[in-house]
């Protein structure tokens, strides 16, 4: 009666977990609502900042001055004014905004919008106004000078901005001070804005460069516990994720408190804005919400006085680009910005995070498919772990060969059950026995299943990267084919819990098989929960990434593989394992005859 009790807690426990972790992920980490197309018409946000430039403040930040309504904005209307100067570089495309001199359409070559290989390019950056508006802009504050503000229509020199050659803005303010910006692109993603102003008036000017990034947050990635959305900078040693966007938009404005950036910006999962101070230079960074979902990350240089005659120069860079793990670092040891690689949230586990896709990426490199890389991956892992895999079932063999002396010990000392644990560790001691041996394997798996999981949410490498053309098409998202939609035959998306995916299904057989064949006794109460084990984590594990179930099926089939090879090597480990499961399964079939 006890262990049908107790089997009948763990199958209501297992249904709490099964339908409890949907619930929470879903209530604690939204998915995004679909994107709807880059050429929808919105309404501009009455806080859009078109008429002024920022001004400075006391505070050493930028404030938002009173605007006007820009109206509806339509992608592909504005991107067809005249006013733009071409961007072609070798990964990106698109233009600068003369109005303003902002840098606000940016498309990604080498990334596309969807797992649709006929998909669009990823536009990061957008004109104001638009439904993705996010864009960058330099200029100027100043005290008895007149600036540039965001209705400025600049001259240009009418070239188009690429990896060889740059582009000269110019606007002259009437009063003996010329201002310029001079853009320039690497190879990659980075954008140098050299700003200059030259007075030739016969007095003084104090004027303070500054850059800002402005985005929405309709279109960003969601913060979860494992992964950072929103503002992130770099500031010496620290580096700061947060606030994110609903704390930001209550406070209003938040003030980094490392002091000097080494960069700042806007981070997502896979792609990053950042601005890149001039090395040496005094620069304020600050966050702040400029209303209707529009954020802004502002960087303020000092102050400067220009004497009559001189000029004065800051060199600012911005990263517009996809968190590619390698490109970033090469950013950080070739061009100086200290711990930009960790604008990829890879958590406490970046020292075995960064190989694990290194790995993968050598590994593809290799054979041209992810997913043959994870089964790589999981080779080479179970093939590390081989050695400590023979000891444990060595270790077992020793435990089955004790298992009469503790019986012994048990039944001598059972009304005395401190003397009986000290008895049994003293003949484990005699005999070499090891009883955590078993422990061992799946403490170590733990940090290689965690790794894997960060690799395939983080590393933009698996993005939209297929296993099976015709039917995993992305491995960082779930298994396609379930059973509800007749394995991708109907145009149906099962809810998350009940979207049981070949893999899952996989998962729970192989799973189960592990168990069957596993050489640890266990008394009836354990058997009943292991036997349902398998099947609860097949409902949990379906909505993960496709590539952390095939990994972990790879690794149960290893699994079975191995213990198969071990019984041959150990006989009577075998022997002794059907002996005592066939032993308490006679045992538990009597209770429940009793029962």
């Not at 001055?65 to 509806?72: E, H, M, R």
């Not at 790589?376 to 435990?399: D, E, H, N, Y």
């Not at 003949?427 to 733990?446: D, S």
Request: glycine share 8%; hydrophobic share 45%; net charge negative.
């Amino acid at each position: 009666m006890d262990n049908q009790r107790n089997l009948l807690f763990a199958v209501l426990l297992s249904a709490a977990l099964l339908f409890g972790w949907d619930y929470f992920m879903s209530s604690f980490y939204p998915q995004p609502d679909p994107v709807a197309e880059t050429d929808a018409v919105v309404q501009a946000p009455a806080e859009a900042g078109v008429a002024a430039a920022p001004v400075a403040t006391s505070g050493d930040s930028l404030s938002t001055p009173s605007s006007v309504d820009a109206g509806p904005v339509d992608l592909a209307t504005e991107l067809a004014a005249p006013t733009r100067l071409k961007i072609d570089a070798a990964r990106v495309e698109g233009s600068i905004n003369l109005v303003g001199a902002r840098i606000d359409d940016i498309e990604l070559k080498d990334h596309r919008q969807t797992v649709d290989d006929e998909s669009g390019p990823v536009q990061l950056f957008a004109p104001q106004g638009t439904e993705g508006q996010y864009f960058a802009q330099f200029g100027w504050v100043g005290e008895g000078v007149s600036v540039p503000d965001a209705r400025t229509v600049w001259q240009s020199d009418g070239g188009t901005l690429s990896e060889s050659t740059s582009v000269d803005l110019t606007w002259d303010n009437g009063e003996g001070q010329v201002f310029a910006i001079r853009y320039a692109i690497d190879e990659n993603y980075m954008v140098t804005a050299t700003q200059t102003v030259a007075n030739s008036a016969p007095g003084p000017v104090v004027v303070r460069p500054y850059g800002l990034i402005t985005r929405t947050s309709s279109n960003a990635s969601f913060s979860q516990w494992i992964v950072h959305s929103g503002p992130m900078g770099g500031y010496g040693d620290t580096i700061e994720d947060g606030p994110d966007y609903d704390d930001l938009a209550e406070d209003g404005i938040y003030n980094p408190e490392g002091g000097a950036p080494d960069w700042f910006g806007f981070s997502d999962i896979y792609w990053l804005s950042a601005l890149i101070p001039q090395q040496g230079e005094e620069a304020t960074p600050s966050f702040r919400s400029i209303g209707n979902d529009l954020f802004r990350a502002d960087l303020l240089y000092a102050p400067t006085t220009v004497p009559a005659g001189a000029s004065l120069t800051r060199e600012t860079r911005l990263f517009a680009g996809a968190k590619e793990s390698a490109l970033l670092d090469q950013y950080r040891d070739e061009g100086g910005i200290e711990n930009f690689g960790k604008a990829i949230d890879w958590g406490w586990f970046e020292w075995f995070v960064k190989p694990m896709v290194w790995l993968l990426r050598t590994f593809y490199e290799f054979v041209g498919n992810f997913g043959v890389a994870i089964i790589m991956l999981t080779v080479l892992i179970r093939g590390l772990l081989f050695p400590i895999a023979q000891k444990q079932f060595a270790s077992m063999a020793q435990m089955k060969a004790v298992q009469p002396k503790m019986k012994a010990i048990q039944e001598r000392y059972k009304d005395d059950k401190q003397k009986q644990q000290q008895e049994i560790m003293a003949l484990y001691k005699k005999e070499g026995v090891n009883p955590l041996a078993g422990c061992l394997p799946i403490l170590i798996q733990i940090p290689i299943f965690f790794a894997l999981y960060k690799a395939l949410i983080l590393a933009i490498e698996m993005r939209h990267k297929p296993f099976l053309e015709f039917w995993i098409k992305d491995l960082s998202a779930p298994d396609p084919w379930t059973i509800l939609n007749l394995f991708g035959l109907l145009p149906f998306e099962p809810p998350s819990f009940l979207a049981i995916g070949v893999l899952a299904v996989l998962l729970g057989i192989t799973m189960w098989l592990t168990f069957r064949l596993n050489p640890t006794a266990m008394d009836p109460i354990q058997q009943q929960i292991f036997s349902i084990m398998p099947w609860v984590l097949m409902f949990v594990m379906a909505p993960f990434a496709a590539g952390l179930l095939l990994y972990w099926v790879t690794s149960n089939i290893l699994t079975l593989a191995q213990q198969t090879y071990l019984y041959s090597r150990h006989p009577q480990l075998k022997a002794a394992s059907e002996k005592q499961k066939a032993d308490q399964d006679k045992v538990a079939t009597r209770d429940q005859g009793k029962s």
